[in-house]
């Protein structure tokens, strides 16, 4: 069984590192991850320029108690990202410094990657890639330990310890593999294959102030209090969704690593740390994208499948009164179905495959999920 341990954690304090140390202590340490000398990247979540309040990035906090407690194991280590958008130093300095990860590097002289560089790498075991395109840092590094954010998110339902992983796409690329996979399905399966092919030595995922609703950027934070640690992504991120009350099964990601047979159900896991009856989560707010397939009820056949789909789909729309013209949700649409009139956003929906980066990316939160009302009705 894959061990989780859940740590009840109300707020950033200044004990969040011992939190941290005594969840460690249940599996380990430290110390079993990470040896001396060792260059240890600390994967966090840097999904666009926002300030820790926000709840879109990985708190500073965190960083800093997994920075510290890797230092005293005798680790290098060194903090990074490929967010969203163009992947340049310039960029990464911006979002560190706005982030406060700038902040934490100036306290523990940790490292922050301003190496932009992009490998090809061959991965035969993959089911829907067997190449990829990833970041150099990531390459260069001895230990891989991602610090994810508990959220939910318009595409994917819920994004966490595996999803984080597609970090390790380089920028704009990450549209690309959308476009290449615009079914939800294909696009689950090339994060599993991601994630294998990282193989994360621990993932730590910061639960302490989350996010609901229409995330992982547009949503609302919501105070959870908890601290969730594992050297098996696949189990925290079933053990996360438990805590929100969201049915595991529901995430793309989870139902990818059940069929093949990287994790089973929530009985299967062993739950060490604090009680997870501590969290009483009933009314934490899931994306509007969610959405039901009609086939796993029902025989129905696929002309007739996809008229209802396309009847009841969420879709993008722009806020004019918020929108101020920047062009970033059509520099970063993976189909290029939005164009800028009149610097206002256009969008052919006859084409949109929902990936919902133009909602996840948009720095003035313009962009809104909308349900058809026929939609409305049968999902509310």
Same mark, same amino acid.
């Given at each position: 069984?894959?061990?989780?341990?859940?740590?009840?954690?109300?707020?950033?304090?200044?004990?969040?590192?011992?939190?941290?140390?005594?969840?460690?202590?249940?599996?380990?340490?430290?110390?079993?991850?990470?040896?001396?000398?060792?260059?240890?990247?600390?994967?966090?979540?840097?999904?666009?320029?926002?300030?820790?309040?926000?709840?879109?990035?990985?708190?500073?906090?965190?960083?800093?108690?997994?920075?510290?407690?890797?230092?005293?194991?005798?680790?290098?280590?060194?903090?990074?990202?490929?967010?969203?958008?163009?992947?340049?130093?310039?960029?990464?300095?911006?979002?560190?410094?706005?982030?406060?990860?700038?902040?934490?590097?100036?306290?523990?002289?940790?490292?922050?990657?301003?190496?932009?560089?992009?490998?090809?790498?061959?991965?035969?075991?993959?089911?829907?890639?067997?190449?990829?395109?990833?970041?150099?840092?990531?390459?260069?590094?001895? $230990? #891989?330990?991602? @610090?994810? =954010?508990?959220?939910? +998110?318009?595409? %994917?339902?819920?994004?966490?310890?595996?999803?984080? &992983?597609?970090? $390790? #796409?380089?920028? @704009?690329? =990450?549209?690309?593999? +959308?476009?290449? %996979?615009?079914?939800?399905?294909?696009?689950?399966? &090339?994060?599993?294959? #991601?994630?294998?092919?990282? =193989?994360?030595?621990?993932?730590?995922?910061?639960?302490?102030?989350?996010?609901?609703?229409?995330?992982?950027?547009?949503?609302?934070?919501?105070?959870?209090?908890?601290?969730?640690?594992?050297?098996?992504?696949?189990?925290?991120?079933?053990?996360?969704?438990?805590?929100?009350?969201?049915?595991?099964?529901?995430?793309?990601?989870?139902?990818?690593?059940?069929?093949?047979?990287?994790?089973?159900?929530?009985?299967?896991?062993?739950?060490?740390?604090?009680?997870?009856?501590?969290?009483?989560?009933?009314?934490?707010?899931?994306?509007?994208?969610?959405?039901?397939?009609?086939?796993?009820?029902?025989?129905?056949?696929?002309?007739?499948?996809?008229?209802?789909?396309?009847?009841?789909?969420?879709?993008?729309?722009?806020?004019?009164?918020?929108?101020?013209?920047?062009?970033?949700?059509?520099?970063?649409?993976?189909?290029?179905?939005?164009?800028?009139?009149?610097?206002?956003?256009?969008?052919?929906?006859?084409?949109?495959?929902?990936?919902?980066?133009?909602?996840?990316?948009?720095?003035?939160?313009?962009?809104?999920?909308?349900?058809?009302?026929?939609?409305?009705?049968?999902?509310?």
């Amino acid at each position: 069984m894959s061990e989780v341990i859940l740590k009840y954690c109300p707020e950033y304090s200044d004990n969040l590192k011992d939190i941290m140390q005594q969840g460690l202590a249940e599996i380990g340490g430290m110390e079993r991850f990470v040896s001396p000398g060792q260059r240890v990247f600390l994967k966090v979540n840097l999904l666009m320029k926002k300030a820790p309040e926000e709840a879109v990035t990985t708190h500073p906090a965190v960083v800093e108690a997994v920075v510290r407690l890797v230092q005293e194991a005798g680790g290098i280590p060194i903090i990074g990202d490929s967010p969203g958008g163009v992947y340049t130093a310039k960029a990464l300095r911006n979002i560190y410094a706005l982030s406060g990860l700038q902040g934490v590097a100036e306290r523990t002289g940790a490292i922050l990657n301003e190496d932009v560089e992009q490998v090809s790498v061959s991965y035969p075991e993959g089911k829907v890639v067997k190449n990829l395109t990833v970041t150099k840092s990531i390459m260069d590094a001895d $230990v #891989i330990i991602p @610090l994810s =954010k508990l959220k939910t +998110h318009a595409m %994917m339902t819920f994004t966490g310890a595996v999803k984080i &992983l597609f970090g $390790v #796409i380089p920028g @704009l690329l =990450k549209a690309e593999y +959308h476009f290449r %996979m615009p079914d939800l399905d294909d696009f689950a399966n &090339l994060l599993v294959d #991601i994630c294998e092919w990282v =193989k994360p030595s621990l993932s730590i995922m910061d639960g302490i102030v989350g996010m609901e609703g229409d995330g992982p950027s547009g949503g609302k934070p919501r105070s959870i209090g908890a601290l969730l640690l594992s050297t098996d992504p696949y189990a925290m991120d079933v053990v996360a969704c438990k805590l929100i009350n969201l049915n595991p099964e529901m995430v793309p990601t989870i139902r990818a690593a059940q069929a093949r047979g990287l994790i089973s159900n929530f009985d299967q896991v062993s739950l060490k740390g604090d009680d997870i009856g501590i969290w009483n989560i009933r009314d934490f707010i899931l994306p509007k994208t969610m959405s039901v397939d009609f086939s796993d009820y029902i025989p129905i056949p696929k002309v007739i499948k996809d008229s209802i789909i396309r009847k009841v789909r969420p879709f993008p729309t722009f806020s004019p009164e918020i929108c101020v013209g920047c062009g970033d949700c059509a520099a970063n649409c993976p189909p290029k179905v939005i164009v800028m009139q009149n610097k206002r956003p256009q969008v052919d929906l006859q084409s949109c495959i929902r990936c919902f980066c133009c909602h996840e990316l948009c720095p003035h939160k313009a962009v809104n999920i909308s349900k058809p009302l026929l939609g409305r009705l049968l999902f509310r």
